[in-house]
């Protein structure tokens, strides 16, 4: 939509967070602005939503977050990912401590998962670049 309407921006960046967990949060940042927040209990299912924001918005850099506090999960993220989008994005496991609010009855809905997530996005890393299998081989 932003393309659509050729806005200028300074950065051309997408960038995704991920908090890790039984209930993985998502925050999407799009031009500096947050454009989605959700909550997923499938790994395969972020995976495919993923796979649709990374494969739908242009950005000159894609950028997946992902909070170290599961990296089971997040390894599995990261493989089921680079198995199934075809191009190639940067990977950051950054560290999520104190993302994570300690409020009771505060997680109602995943609140609590998707502002980690939003945290998570904000942080910095190691950045490695992904290139897909198909590249690779």
């Not at 806005?7 to 993985?24: W, Y």
């Not at 924001?53 to 000159?60: H, Q, S, V």
């Given at each position: 939509m932003m393309q659509k309407l050729n806005l200028d921006f300074e950065e051309e960046n997408l960038i995704l967070g991920i908090d890790p967990g039984q209930r993985m949060g998502l925050s999407i940042f799009y031009y500096g602005?947050?454009?989605?927040?959700?909550?997923?209990?499938?790994?395969?299912?972020?995976?495919?939503?993923?796979?649709?924001?990374?494969?739908?918005?242009?950005a000159k850099r894609k950028i997946l977050k992902i909070g170290n506090g599961n990296m089971d999960?997040?390894?599995?993220?990261?493989?089921?990912?680079?198995?199934?989008?075809?191009?190639?994005?940067?990977?950051?496991?950054?560290?999520?401590?104190?993302?994570?609010?300690?409020?009771?009855?505060?997680?109602?809905?995943?609140?609590?998962?998707?502002?980690?997530?939003?945290?998570?996005s904000q942080r910095k890393g190691h950045r490695h670049s992904i290139l897909p299998l198909s590249i690779i081989g």
């Amino acid at each position: 939509m932003m393309q659509k309407l050729n806005l200028d921006f300074e950065e051309e960046n997408l960038i995704l967070g991920i908090d890790p967990g039984q209930r993985m949060g998502l925050s999407i940042f799009y031009y500096g602005i947050e454009i989605e927040r959700s909550v997923h209990t499938s790994i395969e299912e972020l995976v495919f939503h993923i796979i649709g924001i990374l494969g739908g918005l242009r950005a000159k850099r894609k950028i997946l977050k992902i909070g170290n506090g599961n990296m089971d999960i997040a390894k599995q993220i990261v493989k089921m990912l680079n198995l199934k989008f075809c191009s190639s994005f940067e990977l950051e496991f950054v560290d999520e401590s104190r993302t994570s609010l300690k409020i009771k009855n505060f997680n109602q809905r995943g609140k609590r998962d998707m502002l980690s997530a939003k945290y998570i996005s904000q942080r910095k890393g190691h950045r490695h670049s992904i290139l897909p299998l198909s590249i690779i081989g």
